[in-house]
Structures are given as structure tokens and as C-alpha cells.
């Protein structure tokens, strides 16, 4: 079976686990890195830095048939690279990257770009948006909705019918009940039981969480 060619933006942590699935997936062979922080030659487990973002156009007329997978944890970061990028190539197509370990039950829809980690579990007739992020051993119950360029943080659970607003973070080993809707750029602290649902740009935690204070769009969190 001929291998379909991936290029992964950025070369840190978020990337090294990404290298791994992509090599267990056994889907995609990966062409190099782009990092606009590291100099061409460079190399994380193996693979190496090919250039900046400003070279994607070159290497695009080049290569047209690869595709791009976004390895940058931070949600909104995440989005001011794919919205950069699409702009100076329309036409790009992003992959997912999803573990063969990772268990994807019967009528879930997944998007593009989109990270699923090792030991993940995503339950029946759940949906991921485009770009969203499930990490190791986090799980998603039955219809649950991940909105664009939320995640789930490890060992992260929601239970079903819940749904994760856009750029929401749900942080490291945090519980949502069942039920819950979670608003867009909101993110639930570690360890934290979600009881109630929740609006936008806020903070949360505790057990049961509370609301802490207000957040903006693009806040740091990780």
C-alpha cells in the first residue's frame, strides 16, 4: 500500500507524540518538520527541520500532494497557525492523526486535523471538529461533541451527551458529568468535577468546579 506524505508543523512535545502515532497509524510517511524557531537541519526523533512557515507556499508547488498536520498543543495558537497557513494555500489539505490504540466506537464523525492519542476512547455517535485534540487516555461518552480546536487534556473524562465548546480546554485528569455543555473559550482546571453547566471565556475549578474568574480569547493556559 502506497504511504500518503505528511508534514507536521512544529517540532516540540505535541509533536513527538505525533510522530509516534503517525508512525503506529502507518498511514502517512512523514516528510519533515516546519519550525519557525529552530534552524533547517535540526531534527526531533529522527526527522528533520525543512524549513519555516514562510516556505509552505515553495513547498507546496513542489510537493503538492502532501498534507499538513498542526502539532501545537495551545488551541488558540493552534488556530492562528492553520488560519495563516490556509491563507497562503487555500487549497491545503490537513491530516489526522489518530493512535491505533485509541478506541473510535460505531457513528463518530471526526474532522480534519484532529489529534487522538494513545488509549483515548471516543464513545458511539460522538462528533470531533476540525483540529481538536483528545490526549492520551482522555475519553469521550456516547454523542458527545468536541467543538473546533477544543481538547481534552490526559486522562481527561467527559461522560455522554456532553459537549466542549470551540477552543475550550479541558485540563489533566478533570471529570464532566453527563449532560454538561461547556461554552467556547472556557477551560476546566486539573482534577476538577464539573457539576453544572457553563458559559464562555471563563475559568473553573475545584471539586465541584467553580467559576474562578473571566478569560480571553487566546489566554495562556498550558
Known sequence: ????????????????????????????????????FRNKGEETLGYKIIGNESDLPDLHLKYPNWKLFIAIGDNWVRHNVVNRI?????????????????????GVKIGKGVAIMAGAIVNSNSTIGDFAIINTKAS?????????????????????????????AISISATIKHGISIGS?????????????????LILYGCPAKEIRKREAGERYL
Not at 1 to 30: Q, W
Open 1 to 36: 500500500m502506497n504511504k500518503e506524505t505528511v508534514l507536521i508543523i512544529g517540532s516540540s512535545g505535541h509533536a513527538k507524540v505525533v510522530i509516534d502515532i503517525f508512525e503506529k497509524e502507518g498511514k502517512y510517511e512523514i516528510a519533515g518538520l516546519i519550525d519557525d
Open 86 to 106: 490556509v491563507d497562503k494555500i487555500p487549497d491545503i489539505e490537513f491530516a489526522s492523526a489518530i493512535h491505533p490504540s485509541a478506541q473510535i466506537a460505531k
Open 140 to 168: 469521550l461518552d456516547h454523542d458527545g461533541e468536541m467543538q473546533p480546536f477544543s481538547s481534552l487534556a490526559p486522562n481527561a473524562t467527559c461522560g455522554g451527551n456532553v459537549s466542549v465548546g470551540a477552543f475550550s
Open 185 to 201: 473559550h472556557t477551560i476546566i482546571g486539573a482534577a476538577s468535577v464539573l457539576l453544572k453547566s457553563c458559559g464562555d471565556h
